[in-house]
């Protein structure tokens, strides 16, 4: 089987906008052009003699990323874990949809699919037409499960929110909007689904379907680029910047294999809490967060050392709190495995790890950047506009001052401008906006990890025999 490539893919014509222009070539763009080359270099690696093994495994006579692996065992979903941070540390955690997320929703629905089709029958034949298109196609996709924020407490009904405006035998159309759509504007396909549980009233919204990028009608509406091209003086927004969307649909045709729900609040949930779906999805969250707080700890320890603060017990204390918050991630994602269990044949992590660390997630990284405030101090600032003005007319003034105790001009200047692409530029704002919000509105996060807490009533035994105790 020979698979058209990303980059002859992404060419393919679709509506994208930016600054109010239609982009022409995506891969030529100054917003994307970086981007895409770095997804098309770790696509490179799946074909690669030393990576292959790594990050695909052999299915019915393809190869496919192992994200789509079923897992069976623990082994198996160490492999998936493996492969997720093998691409997560590559890129220093700072891309999130790299697809392995909305791949591991499609595989968990699919792995759960007979279960799923006693509640609507003809999901299961859906679903495996797609995961299998998915992964022979090697297709990169992102999802959007939100409502534009119109109106949050009244939840009113209007044409805003997508709603279908036709159907015939073959599929629906639809028009309104849904946001954020991370990566839409260079994926293949998006996931529409509903986060939140949907209430009769809101019948109308309550939809899960599958939509090309290329659709007719189908408008990515992309925030103002944060993209860098000037590699040597931002490492980070040069290369990594995902870019965030909302998508517009205008009268756009969803075929019916593609449709999950339609008009159906009841089913849009069921697909949402799935176990499998959830739990595989969340258990790569989870991997790419220990990449990027690592790379968080690094920097600030890298930071540190070159002013010399690391002399200072408070500085140390600070750097070991980034150092535990890196450790407690890769704990709770060990323990998650370790303590996984058999659901409908399908290996899962285990659920309370995985919420603890994603809740912990969206504390510890504001918390992560404000330390590297704390310790980078003006520092941060101590750079010249460019790294080659090093090399200009008044080199030989800037030389001992830019430099590090034990680091050359040159390398700190590298280090901090690394540094401000992650905290401090349009790229770093996005990012402490994204680990606050990414895995939903913290608020509720919190809470449904509250509900959802399986072992509540031993705790509550345990406090009644603590207050009945009579000796
Ligand atoms: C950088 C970035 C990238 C993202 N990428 C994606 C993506 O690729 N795909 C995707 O689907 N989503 C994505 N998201 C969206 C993300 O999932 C949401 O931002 C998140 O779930 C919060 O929802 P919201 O932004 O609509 O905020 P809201 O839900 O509108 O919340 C706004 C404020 O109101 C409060 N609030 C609102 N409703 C309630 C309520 N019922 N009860 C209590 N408090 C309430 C919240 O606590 C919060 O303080 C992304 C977000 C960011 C920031």
């Not at 093998?86 to 699919?110: N, Q």
């Not at 649909?249 to 959830?278: G, K, Y």
């Not at 269990?341 to 809740?359: F, H, I, Q, S, W």
């Not at 003005?389 to 001009?409: D, N, R, V, W």
């Amino acid at each position: 089987m020979t698979r058209r490539t990303f980059l002859e893919r992404v060419k393919a014509e679709r509506t994208v906008w930016v600054d109010g222009e239609l982009v022409q070539d995506v891969t030529h763009h100054p917003a994307f052009e970086g981007t895409i080359k770095t997804i098309d270099k770790l696509l490179q690696k799946q074909y690669v003699e030393s990576t292959k093994e790594l990050l695909t495994y052999h299915t019915e006579g393809v190869r496919a990323h192992l994200s789509f692996l079923i897992p069976e065992n623990k082994v198996d979903l160490k492999r998936k874990r493996v492969a997720y941070q093998h691409w997560a540390d590559d890129t220093f955690g700072v891309m999130s949809r790299l697809s392995e997320y909305t791949r591991s929703i499609i595989t968990g629905w699919y792995a759960n699919r007979d279960v799923l089709d006693k509640k609507r029958p003809g999901f299961a034949e859906k679903i495996a037409h797609y995961y299998r298109k998915s992964l022979e196609n090697d297709w990169l996709s992102t999802v959007a499960g939100h409502d534009p924020q119109r109106d949050r407490a009244t939840k009113q009904t209007h044409d805003a929110l997508l709603h279908i405006t036709d159907r015939n035998e073959d599929g629906i159309f639809v028009s309104g909007a849904k946001m954020i759509a991370t990566a839409a504007p260079y994926v293949d396909e998006i996931l529409i689904n509903s986060y939140h549980k949907r209430t009769e009233k809101e019948r109308a919204y309550a939809h899960v379907f599958f939509v090309p990028v290329t659709a007719k009608g189908l408008n990515i509406v992309c925030r103002e680029s944060f993209a860098s091209q000037d590699k040597t003086n931002h490492p980070l927004s040069s290369r990594y910047d995902e870019m965030d969307a909302v998508l517009i649909f205008d009268h756009v045709f969803i075929p019916w294999e593609r449709v999950l729900a339609c008009e159906d609040p009841e089913f849009s949930w069921v697909l949402r809490i799935e176990p499998c779906s959830a739990l595989l999805s969340q258990h790569q969250t989870v991997a790419r967060l220990v990449s990027k707080l690592e790379s968080v700890a690094a920097i600030a320890n890298e930071l540190a050392e070159a002013s010399g603060a690391t002399a200072f017990l408070h500085v140390k204390q600070k750097l070991a709190e980034v150092i535990m918050q890196k450790e407690s991630i890769y704990a709770l994602l060990n323990a998650s495995e370790h303590e996984s269990t058999m659901y409908e044949g399908v290996c899962l992590p285990d659920k309370d790890y995985l919420a603890t660390a994603r809740n912990l997630g969206t504390k510890y990284y504001p918390r992560s950047l404000e330390i590297i405030q704390q310790v980078g101090a003006g520092g941060l600032l101590q750079t010249p506009s460019k790294i080659e003005e090093l090399f200009g007319p008044i080199a030989h003034l800037l030389k001992e001052p830019y430099k590090g105790t034990k680091m050359s001009a040159e390398e700190r200047t590298k280090l901090i401008k690394l540094a401000w692409d992650l905290i401090g530029n349009s790229l770093g704002s996005r990012h402490e906006l994204y680990e606050r919000f990414y895995s939903g509105d913290p608020v509720r996060t919190f809470a449904g990890q509250y509900h959802s807490y399986q072992d509540k009533k031993s705790l509550v035994d345990f406090a009644y025999q603590a207050i009945r105790r009579e000796e």
